[in-house]
Each structure stands twice: as structure tokens, then as C-alpha cells.
């Protein structure tokens, strides 16, 4: 009986030996990191990004938008003129440090592994960081943040950088608010407030931080190939881009300042200069004698055909260089079908706006490949800083369970690869033309809504005066 149990005994060690050995394997197979081939370095020929090997290269991807500056229409905070009312009054509140803090934890969270990972598995290939200098700055004159060795710290945008590289994408460093303020809307930080490009001392000392700015992120990141390109500067003048001549020779000067101040230091990565509403908002690379430059477009629409005479305005310039659209979205009567497909045509490279959003029926907004209607907007007034560091903590990542994938993340998905869909190009838009009937009526009410939380918002605004 004893031999017998002690049979039993060995037998059932031997299997719990097993068990554990494959456990331990299986647990440090699921650790293993993962293996991506390097990225190669991009650079520009002609109306191509290629990479070393010269094998064109079309961006597609989304932005991480909210991530380094907020906008509060798919943001979880309340203020329409910009976040930089936020800041200003958490500051008086807690004090710089446990300000810059609080956003750090709201970075930590908002974009995590799973949304480098997400994006991947959709098989896009490219990511838009818009960022705001106060990430990385206390103030407008250009004082860093420092770690405890004194050194410039940019351990945030370091990681993004290295996340990038484990999931194989590229990044493009959206230079999202400057010190100054480039244009007049909120997402710049405040609205209204555009005078980087006024002719006055301050705005000179500005242009010189934004220029430091932007040395130093080039000198750190030189040697990375998955950095696709530096952009310059958001939607440079906004509306005043077109109205007022002074301004835009003034950022046209700038911008050439710009590159020669990074071509000091980088020659090799490419310099993005937006061209927001048309190719004649920034001039041509042969009049300052530019090179490996993407020239950028942000498209929101409202038919097919005013998307037809954008995309024929790129081809006419004739600036023999690459156009990427760094933001779109359907306004209106245009189609999502549409958009990606006549893009996918041209070879077009192209980034959504935007990745993410928590808001009133965001997880059905094709605004957002993930959304969330039930995530909690911050009273920055009123809440304490352990309320604030929990509403901005593990409950805005994706992966909370708070957030879903919306059915646009999985339309989107069908155009990673370059499809065209022929049927959308001869639509005159609203109903989309890929899909069954159910999927299509589906984004049909998906952007209806969306429309509707989008007049809402522009009448809020109104209200407030923060809409131009």
C-alpha cells in the first residue's frame, strides 16, 4: 500500500513538474520581446518617400491625437479655448511640479503599448505624435525640464520612439503648440492667441525657443531611422494663411530658418512643411532650395468633388515632392471610401485624425478607431489632485475596458494595404460604396451622429466665443 502511494505520489509530482516546466515555458515565451526588422532610414525622390534600399514607401497610419496636448471635444477635460487655461489654473492650484506630473500620468496612460500594438495589428505602418512644447518646457522661454542628472528630459518621447521600433512603425514628430501660439485655434493651446509671426520682440524671442526647440529634438533623435520625419509646425496660421500676405511671407522666412537650423544638425531625416488648405501655402522647394521635404495637407471636406480639385491641386503644383495627408476626415457628404481610395490612387501618404477619443457616443464615432462614452472629464477648478491623478489615471487606456474598437477601425482596415475602391471614385458621396448594406448603413448612422456632436460643439464654442 505504501509502494502504492508513494507510486501515486511520484506520478503525480512528475506531472505537476510537467505542468510547471510548461507554465514557466509558456509564460516566458509570452515574454519574449517581440522581433521586428529594423526600420530603414526614409528620405525623398522626387514625389516618392523611399526607403535606403530605394523601395517606395507610403505612410499609412493614424495620430495619436490628445496624447501631447488636448482638445476637449474627444478629450477628458472641459476648457474650449485650449488647454492651456488648464494648465495655467492647475499650476496656481498645485504648483509647477505636481502639474507636470499630473500630465505625465495622463500620458502614461491615454497612449500605452497596446495602442502601438493595436495600430500594428491593423496593419498600418506610421504614427503622428502631435506634441505640445509644455511636455518637455515649464514656459515659453524655453526652460527644459531636467532628470535628476540635469539632463534635457525627453524620456517620454524617448519611449515613444522605442515603442515605435518594437511594433514597426514609423513616427512623424507633430510639433502640435509652439511657444506663441502658431495659429488661432484652441488645439494649439489657446485660441486666439497667434503671435508667433507678429513683428515684435517677443515674437522673435518665440521663433528663437521653437527653433532650440526643434535643434534639440533633431540632434537627440538623429541616428533613428524609425523617426519618419520632423514636422514643423500644426497647421501654421490657421485661417490667416490665405487672408493675411505679411503673415505668410513671415512664415515662409521662418520655415526656412527651421531647416537650416535642424540642416545643422540632421541632414538625413525629412523636414515636413504644412500646406494645410492648398500647395500654395507653402512654397515651392526651389525657392529656398529645399530638399528631402514632405510637404503636408490636412483635408476636412465636404463633398468628393471639392476632395478631387485638393487632390488634382497636388498633382498640378508640380513641387516634385511627396504630399502627405497628416489629417482628413469626411465632412458633410464625402466618404471615408472615397478619401482613402483616391489618396491609395495617387499614392498618397496619410494619417487619421485620430486614434482615440472619450466623449459623448465615441465609441461609435468614426472619428476614432477606439472610443468611450463613459469616460470622466476632469474638473480642473474644483477636483483635488488625488481626484485629478485618478481621472487621468488606468482608467483612460484602451485596454481599461472603458474604450472599444469602433466599426471604422475595421473599414479603415480594408485600405492599409492600398486598396482602391473603383466604385467610390464615381460617388458623389454620404453612403459609403465598400461593404454589405448592413456595414455601410451602420457608418452611415455612425457619421450622422457624429455630425450632430460635432454642431454641438461648434455652437459651444460659439457661445463661448472660442469659435472662429
Known amino acids: ?61 493614424t495620430n495619436f491625437g490628445g496624447w501631447g496636448i488636448m482638445e476637449d471635444w474627444f478629450c477628458p477635460y472641459t476648457s474650449p479655448a485650449g488647454e492651456e487655461i488648464m494648465f495655467q489654473t492647475l499650476v496656481s492650484r498645485f504648483g509647477l511640479e505636481a502639474t507636470h506630473a499630473l500630465m505625465q500620468e495622463y500620458r502614461r496612460n491615454w497612449i500605452t503599448e497596446v495602442d502601438y500594438q493595436n495600430v500594428a495589428a491593423l496593419g498600418m505602418n506610421a504614427v503622428r505624435l502631435p506634441i505640445w512644447y509644455r511636455n518637455f518646457q515649464s514656459d515659453d522661454n524655453g526652460t527644459w525640464y531636467r532628470d535628476e542628472n540635469g539632463e534635457i528630459d525627453l524620456h517620454e518621447l524617448d519611449e515613444v520612439v522605442a515603442l515605435c521600433k518594437k511594433y514597426g512603425l514609423y513616427l512623424i514628430i507633430d510639433l502640435h503648440g509652439l511657444p506663441g501660439y502658431q495659429n488661432d485655434y484652441d488645439h494649439c493651446g489657446q485660441s486666439k492667441s497667434m503671435h508667433l509671426f507678429d513683428d515684435d520682440a517677443s515674437a522673435v524671442r518665440y521663433r528663437e525657443v521653437v527653433k532650440d526647440f526643434w535643434v534639440t529634438l533633431a540632434d537627440r533623435y538623429k541616428d533613428e531611422p524609425n523617426v519618419a520625419m520632423y514636422d514643423l509646425m500644426n497647421e501654421p496660421l490657421g485661417t490667416n494663411i490665405t487672408s493675411d ?14 531647416y537650416d537650423a535642424i540642416r545643422a544638425v540632421d541632414s538625413r531625416h525629412i523636414i515636413s512643411v ?16 529645399w530638399e528631402n521635404i514632405v510637404y503636408q495637407e490636412h483635408l476636412y471636406d465636404v463633398t468628393n468633388p471639392t476632395i478631387l480639385r485638393k487632390a488634382n491641386e497636388i498633382t498640378k503644383a508640380n513641387y516634385n515632392a511627396p504630399f502627405l495627408i497628416g489629417e482628413f476626415y469626411p465632412r458633410g457628404a464625402t466618404t471615408f471610401g472615397y478619401l482613402f481610395s483616391i489618396f491609395n490612387k495617387r499614392g498618397l501618404s496619410w494619417t487619421t485624425w485620430t486614434y482615440k477619443g472619450a466623449g459623448p457616443k465615441a465609441d461609435q464615432s468614426p472619428w476614432f478607431l477606439y472610443g468611450s462614452s463613459s469616460i470622466e472629464k476632469v474638473d480642473f477648478e474644483n477636483d483635488s489632485y488625488e481626484t485629478l491623478m485618478q481621472k487621468f489615471g488606468p482608467v483612460l487606456r484602451t485596454d481599461s475596458g472603458a474604450f472599444s474598437r469602433t466599426a471604422f477601425a475595421d473599414y479603415a482596415a480594408n485600405f492599409v494595404n492600398g486598396e482602391v475602391d473603383a466604385a467610390s471614385l464615381y460617388s458623389f458621396g454620404l453612403i459609403e460604396t465598400r461593404g454589405t448594406a448592413k456595414e455601410r448603413l451602420a457608418l452611415l448612422r455612425d457619421k450622422l451622429a457624429a455630425i450632430v456632436t460635432t454642431i454641438r460643439d461648434w455652437l459651444r464654442k460659439l457661445k463661448t466665443g472660442d469659435l472662429l
Open 274 to 289: 504644412e500646406a494645410i488648405w492648398s500647395p500654395d501655402a507653402a512654397p515651392a522647394p526651389s525657392v529656398y532650395g
Open 245 to 258: 500676405k505679411n503673415y505668410r511671407q513671415v512664415f515662409f522666412d521662418y520655415t526656412d530658418e527651421l
Open 1 to 61: 500500500m505504501k509502494r502504492t502511494l508513494n507510486k501515486t505520489l511520484s506520478l503525480l509530482l512528475a506531472l505537476l513538474l510537467t505542468l510547471s516546466c510548461f507554465a514557466v515555458s509558456s509564460f516566458a515565451a509570452q515574454a519574449e520581446p517581440i522581433i521586428v526588422a529594423p526600420l530603414p532610414f526614409l528620405h525623398t525622390e522626387g514625389e516618392a518617400i523611399v526607403n535606403d534600399a530605394g523601395e517606395t514607401v507610403v505612410l499609412r497610419g
